[in-house]
C-alpha cells in the first residue's frame, strides 16, 4: 500500500492487523492498528472504511458492552449519512446484542427488526441484481447467437458469390470457345482450337475427338494430342 500510495490498501491492511493482533492477544497493540486504520479513513473521509474501522474496534472490545455501543452507534451515525446506504443486517444485530446485554431490551429489539428489515431488503436488491444479470446473459446470448447467424449468412453469400463469379468465367470461356470455332472452316483449326481453350477448363494430360464414319460402323481419331505431343 505504502509502496503503491494507496490509501485504502493501507487502511484495509491496518484493520487486519488489528484483528490479527487481538487474536494474539495484544489488545493494546489491537487497539492501536485499529485506530490507526479509523484515523486514515477519517482523514480520506472515507465513510466505508469508517464503519470497517470501528466494527474492528467493537470486537476487540467485546465483552465491554458499552465501549462496544460507543463504537456501532457511531458506525450507524456514519452509515446514516451516506445516501442509499443499506446498513447491514450484522451490524444492527450487534447492536441489538449489546442493548440486551446492558439491559435494554426495548432498544435491542427495536434493532433486531431493522436488522430483519435490512436482510429483507438487502435479499430483495439482490435478487434484483441477479435478475438483471440474467437478462443481460440472455441478451448478450441472443446477439452473439445472432451474430453467428449474420456471420454464417455471409459466408452462405460469399461463397454463393464465389460460384456465380466462378460460373460466369466459365459461361464466358464457353462463348469465347464458340465464337472461336464458329468463325473457322476447317475441322482441324476446329480442332486446335478446342485443345487450345480445354485446357482453360480442365486439367488435362490427353485431347482427341473421334469421328463416326460415313457409314456409321466405327470411329475413327480425327485429332489427338497427349502431353502436348499429337497422336497418330
Not at 476447317?186 to 478446342?194: I, P, Q
Amino acid at each position: 500500500g505504502h509502496a503503491l500510495a494507496q490509501n485504502d490498501f493501507q487502511s484495509c491492511a491496518r484493520r487486519g492487523q488489528a484483528h490479527a493482533l487481538a487474536g494474539l492477544g495484544r489488545m493494546p497493540q489491537a487497539q492501536a492498528a485499529a485506530m490507526s486504520a479509523l484515523a486514515l479513513a477519517r482523514e480520506l473521509n472515507d465513510p466505508f472504511s469508517q464503519i470497517a474501522a470501528l466494527r474492528v474496534l467493537a470486537d476487540i472490545h467485546a465483552g465491554n458492552a458499552l465501549s462496544v455501543l460507543q463504537y456501532l452507534r457511531e458506525a450507524l451515525m456514519i452509515a446514516a449519512t451516506i445516501d442509499g446506504y443499506i446498513v447491514p443486517g450484522e451490524l444492527l444485530d450487534a447492536v441489538a446484542r449489546e442493548y440486551a446485554a446492558v439491559g435494554d431490551f426495548a432498544r435491542a429489539y427495536e434493532f433486531s427488526v431493522q436488522a430483519n428489515a435490512a436482510r429483507d431488503r438487502t435479499n430483495s436488491q439482490e435478487a434484483t441484481n441477479r435478475a438483471i444479470a440474467m437478462q443481460v446473459q440472455h441478451q448478450t446470448q441472443r446477439a452473439q447467437t445472432e451474430g453467428e447467424h449474420h456471420r454464417q449468412l455471409a459466408a452462405a453469400e460469399a461463397q454463393r458469390a464465389e460460384v456465380l463469379a466462378q460460373t460466369s468465367a466459365t459461361l464466358s470461356h464457353l462463348s469465347a470457345i464458340g465464337q472461336e470455332i464458329t468463325a473457322q472452316l476447317d475441322a482441324s483449326a476446329v480442332f486446335r482450337a478446342l485443345d487450345r481453350h480445354v485446357h482453360g477448363l480442365l486439367d488435362s494430360t490427353h485431347f482427341s475427338i473421334f469421328l463416326l464414319e460415313a457409314g456409321g460402323d466405327f470411329l475413327h481419331c480425327a485429332f489427338g494430342v497427349e502431353m502436348g505431343l499429337p497422336l497418330p
